[in-house]
């Protein structure tokens, strides 16, 4: 893993970690615009777990409120230190899905916050997709890789596929 990849990575998530913290130590302020959130959710819970399980999810908005800013936070954390970071990507952009819902622009001057609210969604969205190493370079391709060695096992098929060949034509002439 190079330096920038892991500097990028805990730039981008460092937001995520802070954001989440924030909604976890104090969710009062944040409780107002997450109200609409949380009755679609907790009726979606209701709908689809059985009575036996939704009774254990939390109903107060400040309770899931809370628990959102711990999960966001966890996941931001998981992708900054590189333990399970496309899980960890994903965790963050789905938890912030509702952030992005809600500064939708319906003003000129709400434009700027919804257009960042997109590209740090974009950013983590890039995250859950990134494997490995980069391929970018013409080093790392196919075409200029060494050719496979010929193990013992591979060595053995031909000698019998030739001995086959050879019995077949000396029994053919």
Same mark, same amino acid.
């Given at each position: 893993?190079?330096?920038?990849?892991?500097?990028?990575?805990?730039?981008?998530?460092?937001?995520?970690?802070?954001?989440?913290?924030?909604?976890?130590?104090?969710?009062?302020?944040?409780?107002?615009?997450?109200?609409?959130?949380?009755?679609?959710?907790?009726?979606?819970?209701?709908?689809?777990?059985?009575?036996?399980? *939704?009774?254990?999810?939390?109903?107060? =908005?400040?309770? !899931?409120?809370? +628990?959102? #800013?711990?999960?966001?936070? $966890? &996941?931001?954390?998981?992708?900054?230190?590189?333990?399970?970071?496309?899980?960890?990507?994903?965790?963050?952009?789905?938890?912030?899905?509702?952030?992005?819902?809600?500064?939708?622009?319906?003003? *000129?001057?709400?434009?700027?916050?919804? =257009?960042?609210? !997109?590209?740090? +969604?974009? #950013?983590?969205?890039?995250? $859950? &997709?990134?494997?490995?190493?980069?391929?970018?370079?013409?080093?790392?391709?196919?075409?200029?890789?060494?050719?496979?060695?010929?193990?013992?096992?591979?060595?053995?098929?031909?000698?019998?596929?030739?001995?086959?060949?050879?019995?077949?034509?000396?029994?053919?002439?």
């Amino acid at each position: 893993m190079s330096f920038i990849r892991f500097s990028s990575r805990c730039l981008l998530s460092g937001y995520f970690v802070a954001d989440g913290l924030k909604a976890a130590i104090n969710p009062e302020p944040l409780v107002d615009e997450a109200e609409p959130y949380a009755t679609t959710f907790t009726s979606y819970v209701d709908k689809v777990l059985p009575v036996d399980v *939704s009774q254990h999810f939390p109903r107060k =908005t400040v309770t !899931l409120v809370r +628990l959102h #800013g711990i999960i966001q936070a $966890t &996941g931001a954390l998981m992708m900054a230190t590189g333990l399970f970071r496309r899980l960890g990507a994903a965790i963050v952009a789905v938890s912030y899905l509702p952030k992005v819902m809600s500064a939708s622009p319906s003003s *000129s001057d709400e434009v700027l916050p919804f =257009t960042r609210e !997109l590209a740090l +969604l974009g #950013g983590v969205l890039v995250e $859950t &997709g990134k494997k490995g190493k980069s391929r970018s370079c013409g080093c790392c391709h196919k075409k200029n890789a060494p050719a496979p060695q010929k193990t013992a096992v591979s060595s053995k098929k031909n000698r019998q596929a030739d001995a086959l060949k050879h019995a077949l034509s000396t029994a053919a002439s």
